[in-house]
């Protein structure tokens, strides 16, 4: 069943058009990968489905299980299922990390109308999750992101991700900053939330995090539009001969 | 303190034109004719059955005020008051004298109830099931004055205070009861003709607290005011002293709100701290008066001098202050650092919404040999608003070692408001140590996006943000207060953005 139907869309940042038209479909329990040089869209493509200010749709809409996406606010979105994990995760201070995801679930769980977590059914799934992803409790504690190295961060992206339990992951340039190790954390980390109910967006430059977490499709953009779309194997030639050969197709 | 989560639920769901504390009370009340005179003066004494001496103090002041004019260095704007146009006394009439709570008008009581202020010592016991990880509040004690216009209408845990030796009572009792410290004390830190708000307070205060903890005690319980202003057109000059003997501890906590109106109505109060030798002050404030609506008519407006004499060696005065109300706020708590090896603090969270002006900080005055002082302002503007902060950190010719550290961070929400830092400093000795930091940021559209797109609305990511920025002075709050403030900032600042 198709969870994500972006059709035609296109998109303005201060009356540049930056998307023109673009179309893709993402079913339920599917990794798709969308990769493209500098400046071809993928990063506004991620920020128009989160819901980011500063956008303009001019055309086009995306339906997320069926409902019209672009009429929610971005909270709205986030607790029908989007999560945007951060090229960039933002630094928070003076709020620790662990009311920051306790105040996030259970925002997100009250506008669902379900009962929110008590403190101690948080605290064990917290510690679940956290141990899984080798993130030290201590950690928890601090500010938001604040002091956390680039694998940290990431990580963090991660748990969250898999305390939220969202239905369409976006993760948007995973791997910048991060090192061979951390990334195999991180992408460790990913792939153990890959399920059948469950879809994952990857945007990335290289197709080195695709080594990591394999994509079922791959998907080339240029210039605001899907040029291509594949099967894995796509990604090993793109990195073989480069985007240049798409740059006409756009 | 079991009404605490209760404030805090009922605190949630109002939005910034429903001031919750905007209700008015209807019961008689006693006034004083409108205006000021001698006769007020003597009127307000006479209520009060003041002996000789505090009339003559009072009338004192008054004859000093008529010679003074109001400051205007402030960065605050608002029409020239009218001093003839304000009742300057009004109490609730009493049926008969009061000796237990029973007898005070049930009406006052459902306000304080309102306003979650349980004014029955029973209600403090009673307790409601503490959450895992939580000190039970059942456990927590807080001895509670509470002033309603004028006079204060009851103080709670008295006997408890006093097999303690803790004097706890408003000051018009204890002009009565104890003249000899009231009459060595008072005046002593803000004198009568400190500045134009103080002067008047000398003249026509009506009530406040007085707190005498005698040498070596720790109090045994926080000591809280809660003031309530009433009254149409009634001014609020309540004096609060408060005196730790050697080697003794006190926490005091203080809580302020007011009907809507809009009208503007004044609140002038002095509050004076006094601490000897080892003795340790904590003093808290949660000013929450009526900020005025969202077009800025009406609210309160705040001229207060509140200073800590720092009297004893190695005696120790702090401030928090968590400031969201009143349409002008005008407040220094400041501390004199006499004695050697003193310190004082003053930690403060100042915010700003709509039209409301503050201009609020501190004065550390070291005196002393070896003296510290710290000070921790975050100023929060929101709206239209404009937030000052004002700082004086200056040290004696004869104050070698003194040591100051402050930060000063504000933080911008919206184009539309305007925050200030104006810090002075002054050494006139070669080994003092003063450090001062300031920053001002705006509120960052990224983290507020990075926070809503993981599920929390825009007025509760703007909360969120906020808390984190002032989180450094919510820790110096006494734990029942902590968790009211976080909440009230959320509720102050909504909608600030958008």
Same mark, same amino acid.
């Given at each position: 069943m198709a969870l994500l139907e972006v059709k035609d869309l296109k998109v303005r940042v201060e009356e540049r058009e930056i998307l023109h038209?673009?179309?893709?479909?993402?079913? @339920?329990? @599917?990794?798709?990968?969308?990769?493209?040089?500098?400046?071809?869209?993928?990063?506004?493509?991620?920020?128009?489905?989160?819901?980011?200010?500063?956008?303009?749709?001019?055309?086009?809409?995306?339906?997320?299980?069926?409902?019209?996406?672009?009429?929610?606010?971005?909270? @709205?979105?986030?607790?029908?299922?989007?999560?945007?994990?951060?090229?960039?995760?933002?630094?928070?201070?003076?709020?620790?990390?662990?009311?920051?995801?306790?105040?996030?679930?259970?925002?997100?769980?009250?506008?669902?109308?379900?009962? @929110?977590?008590?403190?101690?059914?948080?605290?064990?799934?917290?510690?679940?999750?956290?141990?899984?992803?080798?993130?030290?409790?201590?950690?928890?504690?601090?500010?938001?992101?604040?002091?956390?190295?680039?694998?940290?961060?990431?990580?963090?992206?991660?748990?969250?991700?898999?305390?939220?339990?969202?239905?369409?992951?976006?993760?948007?340039?995973?791997?910048?900053?991060?090192?061979?190790?951390?990334?195999?954390?991180?992408?460790?980390?990913?792939?153990?939330?890959?399920?059948?109910?469950?879809?994952m967006v990857v945007i990335t430059h290289y197709q080195r995090l695709l080594n990591y977490i394999v994509p079922d499709v791959v998907h080339v953009m240029s210039k605001g539009r899907v040029v291509k779309s594949g099967g894995k194997e796509l990604a090993l030639e793109l990195e073989a001969s480069g985007y240049a050969q798409f740059e006409d197709a756009a | 303190m079991p009404a605490v989560q209760e404030t805090v639920e009922r605190v949630k769901r109002i939005d910034v034109d429903q001031y919750r504390y905007g209700f008015e009370t209807q019961i008689e009340s006693d006034k004083a004719p409108k205006g000021l005179s001698e006769d007020t003066v003597r009127f307000i004494s006479e209520k009060k059955n003041e002996p000789a001496w505090m009339l003559q103090w009072r009338l004192e002041a008054y004859r000093r005020w008529l010679t003074m004019t109001e400051p205007t260095w402030a960065r605050v704007d608002y029409p020239k008051i009218d001093f003839q146009d304000l009742y300057y006394y009004s109490a609730p009439k009493p049926k008969k004298s009061i000796t237990s709570l029973d007898e005070i008008d049930p009406e006052i009581l459902k306000t304080y109830e309102k306003l979650g202020i349980p004014l029955r010592e029973v209600a403090m016991l009673e307790g409601v099931e503490p959450k895992v990880g939580e000190e039970d509040p059942a456990k927590r004690k807080i001895a509670v004055d509470a002033v309603f216009d004028s006079v204060s209408v009851a103080t709670t845990f008295k006997a408890e205070l006093k097999k303690a030796g803790v004097i706890f009572m408003p000051i018009s009792e204890a002009i009565r009861e104890h003249p000899e410290l009231v009459q060595k004390y008072l005046g002593s830190v803000v004198p009568t003709s400190d500045n134009f708000y103080a002067t008047l307070n000398s003249a026509v205060f009506s009530d406040g607290s007085f707190v005498y903890v005698p040498p070596g005690v720790r109090c045994p319980m926080e000591l809280s005011t809660y003031f309530r202003i009433n009254e149409r057109n009634t001014g609020q000059f309540e004096r609060t002293l408060i005196i730790a003997d050697k080697g003794s501890y006190v926490s005091y906590l203080e809580g302020c709100t007011a009907p809507q109106r809009d009208e503007n109505q004044l609140h002038a109060a002095v509050v004076e701290l006094v601490a000897h030798d080892d003795a340790e002050i904590k003093y808290s404030t949660v000013q929450n008066w009526y900020p005025g609506n969202s077009e800025g008519k009406g609210g309160i407006y705040n001229f207060v001098t509140k200073r800590g004499d720092c009297r004893g060696n190695r005696s120790k005065i702090s401030w928090t202050q968590v400031e969201t109300g009143s349409a002008i706020t005008w407040k220094y708590p400041s501390c004199i650092l006499r004695g050697d090896n003193s310190s004082g603090e003053f930690y403060s969270i100042a915010i700003s919404n709509g039209f409301q002006q503050v201009d609020s900080g501190t004065k550390m005055i070291?005196?002393?040999?070896?003296?510290?002082?710290?000070?921790?302002?975050?100023?929060?503007?929101?709206?239209?608003?404009?937030?000052?902060?004002?700082?004086?950190?200056?040290?004696?010719?004869? /104050?070698?070692?003194?040591?100051?550290?402050? /930060?000063?961070?504000?933080?911008?929400i919206g184009d539309k408001c305007g925050a200030h830092t104006v810090p002075y400093i002054e050494a006139k000795n070669s080994s003092a140590t003063f450090e001062h930091e300031a920053t001002t940021s705006k509120i960052s559209e990224d983290v507020l996006f990075y926070c809503i797109q993981r599920g929390l609305s825009q007025e509760e990511a703007v909360g969120l943000v906020v808390n984190g920025f002032v989180k450094d002075v919510l820790q110096q709050l006494p734990m029942e207060f902590a968790v009211e403030a976080q909440k009230l900032i959320s509720i102050s600042l909504e909608g600030s953005v958008g």
């Open positions: 038209g673009l179309t893709l479909t993402v079913n @339920e329990g @599917e990794v798709h990968a969308i990769m493209g040089p500098n400046g071809s869209g993928k990063s506004t493509l991620s920020h128009v489905i989160a819901g980011k200010p500063g956008y303009e749709v001019t055309d086009g809409q995306i339906l997320f299980k069926g409902e019209d996406l672009l009429e929610m606010s971005p909270d @709205e979105r986030a607790a029908k299922g989007v999560f945007l994990a951060f090229q960039y995760p933002v630094e928070i201070p003076g709020v620790a990390t662990m009311t920051f995801l306790r105040t996030a679930l259970n925002a997100q769980r009250k506008a669902r109308g379900e009962s @929110e977590y008590s403190t101690p059914d948080f605290l064990k799934k917290v510690r679940e999750v956290s141990k899984s992803l080798n993130i030290p409790q201590d950690m928890l504690k601090r500010g938001v992101n604040v002091g956390f190295s680039g694998g940290e961060k990431k990580r963090n992206e991660v748990l969250q991700m898999a305390l939220f339990e969202p239905s369409l992951c976006i993760l948007d340039e995973m791997d910048s900053g991060l090192d061979i190790d951390a990334l195999r954390i991180a992408a460790d980390g990913v792939n153990a939330l890959r399920s059948p109910k469950r879809a | 070291h005196l002393g040999k070896n003296t510290s002082s710290r000070i921790i302002s975050k100023g929060i503007a929101a709206g239209k608003s404009q937030n000052t902060y004002r700082g004086l950190v200056t040290a004696h010719r004869k /104050a070698t070692g003194a040591r100051n550290f402050t /930060a000063c961070d504000s933080l911008l």
